[in-house]
């Protein structure tokens, strides 16, 4: 006897892929249930920052005498921050896969930076002291971790999986040469200029670099986006393992763009917060300043690093390149013409210049990333190379 054919449910049949597009269907609109559980990050970062709004400075002025509650709030919200960060990749990933590269990561890479300089320019302006080194620390700190960690993290998790990785050579090429000469002019070139005194910029100089670093950006993303475009996007494609790990959504553009921002905008909030524990717990273990920015970039970055790492085990190298690389240079390209306006129109000055041992090893990051996407393929010992460099910067802000 032969099976109903109203069982008949195999991929190739057609009420097999009447069924498959069936499951595929979004909840119903009106089911708030059915959207709780496909979003559960959404409302509880939203909670969370509510919470820590309405209540987060008396919890922290009694954190002030109680160990015990520093722990939990701190881990309240460290869990609500990466919890949000894996909602905030999951919707990047849909957009990368519906708009294509590079504005699928273009959009995970701005998001996250327009928020990251209204972090930085909020601590410029609520900053008692007539001289920053704020916005020094986090864009230095960006390029270590985005370049040696994020960068290193990839090479070597896809070195493992798929041995050789392929990216598009020209725009690995396009990126650097943005970015290196805009982090030598914004880190370095401070250091040696006449006109001003410290590791600073005069007023006209500042207007002058902050038009041409903005200038230079937007050359970039006019590239980037319209007649290059060929160039940051995956040279082969990508793997099979992507059709493994990752599901067609079925939702548009626009709900996905705006469950990412939805997401994200309360959990860089929450950062924010959890930064000013971190910065209490680093004075009360007399630990180095720096040592702030750092771990409050690393969780600022998390989406973007979480999201850089899942495309390289992929084996979508290209994608891991286009976070990574793409975000040194939106946080330059951003950061610096932002804060250097603020600092003429308070009367603040911005230290931008790095000491001789951060020069030395930006030079470094920089030399060894020329040689490590100076060819099309990748391996884990280049990642090697750069989690080391990663971690001889750590060890530089506890013994410089």
């Known amino acids: 006897m032969s099976p ?35 979003e559960p990050q959404i409302p509880v970062v939203w909670i969370t920052a509510a919470a820590f709004l309405l209540f987060g400075k008396g919890w922290l002025a009694q954190a002030q005498s ?16 990466m919890w949000g960060a894996f909602g905030v990749v999951r919707h990047a990933e849909h957009l990368a896969e519906k708009l294509g590269e590079p504005y699928g990561t273009l959009i995970l890479t701005l998001s996250v930076t327009i928020i990251e300089v209204a972090f930085i320019v909020t601590a410029v302006i609520t900053t008692q002291d007539a001289q920053t080194p704020v916005v ?38 396009a990126f650097l040469s943005v970015a290196i000469p805009l982090a030598a002019i914004t880190l370095v070139l401070p250091n040696f200029t006449v006109f001003a005194h410290g590791p600073t910029l005069s007023p006209p100089q500042a207007v002058i670099l902050a038009v041409l670093i903005l200038f230079l950006y937007g050359v970039f993303l006019t590239m980037q986006t319209m007649r290059y475009r060929a160039f940051f996007s995956d040279p082969h494609g990508g793997s099979a393992d992507v059709a493994d790990d990752h599901h ?41 300043v720096a040592l702030v920015g750092v771990i409050v970039a690393i969780l600022v970055l998390a989406p973007e690093a979480m999201g850089a790492v899942q495309a390289a085990r992929r084996d979508q190298l290209q994608r891991s390149v286009n976070i990574a690389l ?3 240079l939106a946080t330059i390209g951003l950061t610096m013409p932002a804060v250097l306006m603020i600092g003429l129109v308070m009367d603040k ?52």
């Open 66 to 81: 109680s160990t015990a509650l520093t722990l939990i709030l701190f881990g309240v919200l460290f869990v609500a921050i």
């Open 326 to 328: 793409g975000s040194v």
């Open 4 to 38: 109903s054919p109203t069982n008949d449910t195999r991929p190739g049949s057609p009420l097999g892929a009447a069924g498959a597009r069936k499951q595929a269907e979004p909840p119903p609109a009106g089911s708030i249930g059915a959207w709780l559980r496909q």
């Open 136 to 173: 020094r620390d986090a864009v230095f700190a960006v390029v270590m971790i985005m370049i040696n960690a994020v960068i290193g993290l990839c090479l070597l998790v896809g070195g493992l999986r798929h041995h050789e990785q392929e990216f598009n050579l020209p725009g690995a090429r």
């Open 349 to 400: 000055t911005i230290l931008l210049g790095v000491d001789p041992e951060g020069m030395v090893l930006l030079g470094i990051t920089f030399l060894v990333s020329v040689i490590t996407f100076g060819g099309e393929r990748t391996n884990m010992l280049q990642g090697a190379v750069h989690l080391v460099m990663f971690l001889v910067f750590l060890t530089l802000i506890f013994h410089p």
């Open 248 to 288: 067609h959504s079925p939702h548009s553009v626009g709900y996905h763009a705006a469950a990412l921002l939805a997401t994200l905008i309360p959990a860089v909030y929450l950062t924010e917060e959890l930064g000013l524990i971190v910065q209490r717990a680093v004075a009360a273990m007399n630990a180095p």
